[in-house]
């Protein structure tokens, strides 16, 4: 299980990875959407990370110095490697969403969601791409293994 959760956080790196670099050489052609998208992604998955080992999470949808995207995007990764090594998946975790609101999931539901989550933004990012006459990236996992 771990395997597998490692291959598809290293997808998921890989993937906002390209994303980032695909919106960088456009920035000119970039509404502000789609940077919000990028950076929601990104912050998703650090929030997701900081709830798991009970750390200060960012916001939701707060905007990020562009130039910081791929050291965030780095350092999800590599927090989320760790948690995949150091967790009991069937663990349970106690948290409050943006909104204030508890929950409680295990720590493989948050770990899935986040990649699940990152995956859906990212075919919205290309739907903004495509609109904005930038060629989308093909980043399905299956494009990514091939």
């Known amino acids: 299980m771990k395997e597998k959760l490692i291959d598809l956080f290293e997808y998921t790196y890989h993937s906002n990875k390209e ?63 760790q948690i995949i090594e150091n967790s009991d998946f069937e663990q349970k975790i106690e948290y409050q969403n943006s909104k204030g609101n508890k929950f409680e999931n295990s720590i493989f539901e948050m770990l899935f969601h986040t990649i699940n989550h990152s995956t859906y933004h990212r075919g919205q990012i290309n739907s903004l791409l495509k609109q904005n006459g930038i060629e989308p990236l093909l980043t399905d996992y299956i494009f990514y293994k091939r």
Not at 35 to 55: D, F, K, M, P, Y
Not at 60 to 75: A, K, R, T
């Open 19 to 81: 994303m980032i670099k695909i919106i960088s050489e456009n920035i000119s052609k970039i509404d502000d959407k789609t940077i919000g998208l990028i950076n929601h992604t990104l912050n998703a998955q650090q929030i997701w990370n900081s709830r798991i080992v009970g750390e200060k999470t960012f916001e939701v949808w707060q905007i990020n110095s562009f130039e910081n995207l791929e050291e965030i995007n780095h350092e999800n990764f590599l927090r989320s490697i």
